[in-house]
């Protein structure tokens, strides 16, 4: 009897056990906290910053192989701030503080960020600050970008990328002299002026034979070098140029493309998907000795355009 009123009390101490064994567990499975390295705690003493943005601009240029964004934000606090632009993340894993390759294409293009007033570095120990940040886009198809931040106050700031209002010009971007172009269709920039007086001009004929052109006494052949750059994945077609001296009053126009001069490729007619260099050749009546040192205007005019593009070639 005393035998089976010991095993009573075991058993009984072992159902005992057990109950708050499990009771204790359950509880610690519903209060168990996340890893702290996911979700730290947040110290009641840490600033609490937002950010706001003053605008931005969104840049899709032809001379640059990937957009960007320059954004003016306004960061604010209850105390002072010490944080850094490495703490600038993008959507795209990209830190603000690792853009340095983009930097150096934009330098290389005559592009320059600090006309925007771009900085790289932030204030430090200030309740309320406002920056422009460079800020590049990897994905070239992207419509959107986020900017966010690794420190603790959450901050996620959107940006839509479908409409690229800016300019290089806003970067400081100078034509190099001599261009001139519509920033649309076309870039054209004149190379040279040549005095091919006293070479050969064939004709081609459309049976394919040619012949040398024979010219008075008092003609010149000059061929003016142009570079012809389309824009926007344009097909251009030079139909025809002219040629004006200005102290003479005289104005000649392009030798068709059955003309030619050896060395010197006559681009007139010529299909135009890539930057060409290549001639427009003149026949002029002077009896000056050269025109190198003259006022001339030299203009080309696009199929499909009645315009003429003006370019000054000696003031």
Do not use: C, H
Not at 42 to 56: L, M, N, W
Not at 153 to 172: N, P, R, Y
Not at 252 to 275: P, Q, R, Y
Request: overall charge negative.
């Amino acid at each position: 009897m005393r035998r089976n009123g010991f095993l009573y009390v075991l058993i009984w101490t072992l159902v005992i056990l057990l109950f708050a064994g499990l009771s204790f567990g359950v509880y610690t499975l519903l209060n168990q906290d996340e890893d702290p390295d996911d979700d730290p705690i947040i110290d009641p003493k840490d600033p609490v910053i937002t950010a706001s943005f003053e605008g931005y601009t969104v840049y899709k240029l032809d001379e640059i192989s990937f957009p960007f964004v320059i954004a003016r934000i306004t960061f604010a606090s209850d105390s002072a701030m010490d944080f850094g632009i490495d703490q600038l993340v993008t959507s795209e894993q990209l830190s603000l503080a690792q853009t340095q390759v983009y930097q150096d294409e934009l330098l290389s293009k005559g592009l320059f960020l600090s006309y925007q007033m771009v900085e790289f570095e932030l204030p430090k120990n200030k309740q309320t600050f406002t920056v422009n940040v460079f800020i590049p886009v990897k994905n070239p198809d992207a419509e959107k970008i986020t900017l966010t931040t690794k420190f603790k106050s959450t901050i996620s700031l959107d940006i839509d990328l479908t409409f690229a209002q800016g300019v290089k010009e806003m970067l400081g971007y100078v034509e190099e002299p001599g261009v001139v172009t519509d920033n649309d269709t076309y870039k054209l920039k004149v190379l040279g002026l040549e005095d091919l007086t006293s070479f050969p001009v064939l004709r081609t004929f459309s049976d394919g034979t040619s012949e040398e052109v024979t010219f008075p006494s008092t003609a010149k052949i000059y061929a003016v070098k142009i570079s012809v750059t389309p824009l926007n994945e344009n097909v251009l077609v030079i139909s025809q140029g002219r040629y004006r001296i200005i102290t003479s009053g005289q104005t000649a126009l392009s030798m068709t493309k059955d003309f030619s001069v050896e060395g010197f490729n006559n681009i007139v007619s010529l299909s135009i998907v890539n930057t060409v260099e290549g001639y427009l050749i003149f026949d002029v009546y002077s009896t000056e000795l050269s025109l190198l040192d003259q006022n001339t205007i030299f203009e080309v005019r696009f199929e499909g355009s009645d315009e003429w593009i003006e370019i000054t070639i000696i003031e």
